[in-house]
């Protein structure tokens, strides 16, 4: 025996403190009970928690018979068997399940661990510990389940004791810390997450076991041994571990895997950020109709946040109206419009000059991005490439002493016809172009093209101003899962009032189909430019997968151009596999449902208010769909008359609904009865169909 109270090897948290036990211990909850028996059978001890198991009480028992007073008479025998096994010096021992009478008339199953123990004169007795069967199993329930759910739970566990020192790494956080099992215990934090400040994280470990206060879900970012060629992002926490009785035992921190959440996160970001500077160049792009005007607001929009150096050409076919590319023989003429550049560097003396002509050879870069309506990117530009961004061996020259370093051009698309391209150029901005830079460019391009298609167009004469109209609004849409579709677009009156009333029918991932229809109030072109953004705004927004009236909210906020055009729109997205249909309003007339065998009926939205007011919320409204079922959209311009109530027309708008006929002759019988002979505002219609599967 050491007398000092010391071992070799024993730290100071390891003596034994001889304190008493707080309350709610194991032994507590198991409720250990005592009985000492005699050779010849009778109770000789009798501990209290054996009163607390079997309801009697010491002087009831004491001296008496165990079998005859605590057994069953059906388990007598065997337990006569049982105690003369135990009292055998051969064996001494038996362990096991047996009932026992309660004081109550009862019987209750008991988990017992019997011996023999001797006297200092040498008589035999035999010891007695019991417990209820229920509370052993519930307790070895409890302990199984919890240790194999930190075993196997995919968060990282570990327990560390007050020392800040660990007693337990569960497989996912040893994995993640490159540990194996045998250097998982007694390591600290440093050990167990590298990629934290371990003196921050060990002064916060500290707080919580002197405050109890948890702390949960703090950001960490790095990379795990297992997958060290990636970076992680998780959620750390720590809370305090305490007894029943309240005493602090030590902390635990758990680490749980957020990279996917971490990554989805930042591509949102990217996302608005890409949103923002869309809705900048929104509110900078076509802010007249002179196209070079447009050109170099493009240019300006992408110099310095896209690229260092870029330039706008344009066909000159196009230009002249003489069709776009392919219609023509031999390399395509080009007429650069715009050049913008971050600081001045050789590369611009290398750069098409504004307002001149040149023919551009079919293998140079940005010819073959306009032929083929695609993007070309070339993330490192080497040598060898220079000869096909530049216009000759001397403008290759010149950007090879600027530094280029990477290369993109996109084309300018408008209606399905290829304008030109925007060709932009890295020099000083070190980062090559990647997807996202694409994605990008394509929008601002195509918003631009929008813009300078306007243009062109408003430069013709007056019979011009109606195509323009009519070209602003889709195609003939493509077949959608799930919907037939029908429409009708009537423009006022004068040909050269350019109006914007639109709609659209945009395809979607899943099957799913939006349904758009919107009105730029006024006319002219300044409208259905408006609209034109408007529509764009939407169309890139639609793929973002965001509820309608996330899409009006973004419209809204990235709509500057609006401020002196308000535009009414609803929005709608169809999905055929749960036959609901979403809607959100920004203070446009409802839709109609009209549904066989009842009378059509106003679909009740919240309003919401136009585009370009702000500050007012939007909500979506959810409509499940049957097949047959009809959904008509319109602008004002169907039901609007001035000098008649709006309530009237709407009612004759929703008596005419026939379900079951054709779409095209309900189009037709809807603009024959609604529109007025003296009526100068454009109509757009639009009806969807829900077919059956």
Avoid at 337 to 355: I, K, M, N, S, W
Avoid at 540 to 567: K, M, N, W
Wanted: charged share 25%; glycine share 8%.
């Amino acid at each position: 025996m050491v007398t000092d109270g010391s071992r070799t090897g024993v730290g100071e948290e390891d003596r034994p403190s001889f304190a008493p036990s707080p309350p709610g211990g194991l032994m507590d909850v198991l409720a250990v009970a005592a009985v000492v028996i005699d050779a010849s059978g009778r109770i000789v001890l009798w501990s209290p928690q054996a009163e607390e198991l079997m309801g009697f009480r010491a002087s009831e028992v004491l001296g008496r018979p165990a079998v005859r007073t605590l057994v069953p008479p059906e388990y007598r025998d065997r337990a006569q068997k049982l105690f003369a096994e135990v009292m055998a010096e051969s064996s001494g021992a038996w362990a096991g399940v047996f009932p026992v009478r309660h004081r109550d008339g009862g019987v209750r199953l008991l988990e017992f661990r019997n011996m023999r123990l001797t006297d200092d004169r040498g008589d035999p007795y035999a010891l007695g510990l019991a417990t209820d069967q229920g509370t052993v199993r519930q307790v070895e329930r409890e302990v199984a389940l919890s240790t194999r759910v930190v075993a196997q739970s995919p968060i990282g566990v570990a327990v560390f004791d007050t020392r800040l020192r660990t007693v337990s790494v569960n497989p996912a956080l040893g994995d993640i810390a490159g540990l194996p099992p045998h250097a998982r215990l007694d390591r600290s934090v440093r050990h167990i997450l590298p990629f934290v400040d371990s003196d921050t994280a060990e002064s916060v470990m500290r707080d919580v076991l002197r405050t109890g206060t948890p702390l949960r879900d703090q950001p960490v970012l790095g990379r795990p041994a297992g997958d060290p060629d990636h970076e992680h992002a998780w959620h750390l926490s720590y809370f305090r571990l305490e007894s029943a009785g309240g005493d602090v035992l030590g902390l635990t921190v758990a680490l749980r895997d957020i990279t996917q959440q971490h990554e989805a996160a930042t591509e949102a970001a990217r996302a608005r950020e890409r949103l923002t500077t869309i809705a900048d160049a929104t509110a900078r792009i076509g802010t007249t109709l002179d196209l070079e005007q447009t050109a170099r607001e493009l240019a300006d929009a992408v110099v310095p946040r896209l690229a260092d150096l870029a330039a706008v050409d344009i066909l000159e076919d196009v230009l002249e109206h003489r069709g776009g590319p392919g219609e023509a023989s031999g390399p395509p003429v080009f007429r650069a419009l715009a050049l913008a550049e971050a600081d001045p560097t050789e590369a611009a003396r290398a750069a098409d000059p504004v307002g001149e002509a040149a023919r551009y050879g079919t293998d140079r870069l940005v010819a073959r991005c306009v032929a083929t309506g695609a993007p070309v990117r070339v993330p490192r530009v080497r040598p060898t490439d220079l000869a096909l961004i530049a216009r000759d061996a001397e403008s290759a020259r010149l950007l090879d002493r600027a530094g280029l370093h990477s290369y993109l051009a996109v084309p300018l698309i408008a209606r399905g016809t290829v304008l030109g391209a925007l060709d932009l150029k890295r020099i000083g901005n070190p980062e090559p172009f990647d997807e996202d830079d694409v994605v990008l460019a394509r929008e601002l391009a195509g918003r631009a093209a929008i813009s300078i298609d306007n243009a062109r167009w408003y430069q013709r004469e007056r019979a011009t101003a109606l195509t323009l109209q009519r070209s602003l609004l889709p195609q003939l849409p493509e077949p959608q899962p799930g919907l037939e579709i029908a429409y009708r677009y009537q423009p006022a009156g004068a040909a050269s009032e350019v109006g914007g009333d639109w709609f659209d029918v945009i395809p979607l991932a899943g099957g799913r189909t939006a349904l758009v229809v919107g009105d730029v109030m006024g006319s002219g072109v300044t409208a259905a430019a408006t609209m034109g953004q408007v529509r764009t705004t939407i169309r890139a927004l639609a793929h973002l997968h965001l509820e309608p009236d996330g899409i009006l909210r973004s419209v809204d906020r990235s709509s500057t151009g609006l401020e002196q055009s308000i535009a009414t729109c609803l929005y709608a997205v169809y999905d055929p596999a749960t036959g609901e249909c979403r809607l959100a309003s920004a203070g446009h007339l409802p839709p109609v449902l009209a549904r066989p065998g009842l009378p059509a009926q106003l679909l009740d939205l919240p309003t919401g208010a136009p585009l370009g007011v702000g500050t007012v919320p939007f909500h979506s409204t959810a409509v499940r769909l049957r097949p047959d079922d009809e959904l008509v959209l319109y602008t004002d311009g169907l039901v609007e008359v001035r000098g008649q109530d709006i309530d009237e027309r709407l009612a004759l708008l929703r008596k005419l609904l026939t379900p079951g006929a054709g779409l095209q002759e309900t189009c037709d019988r809807l603009l024959r009865a609604l529109r007025h002979p003296d009526h100068h505002d454009d109509i757009a219609l639009l009806i969807a169909r829900i077919t059956r599967r």
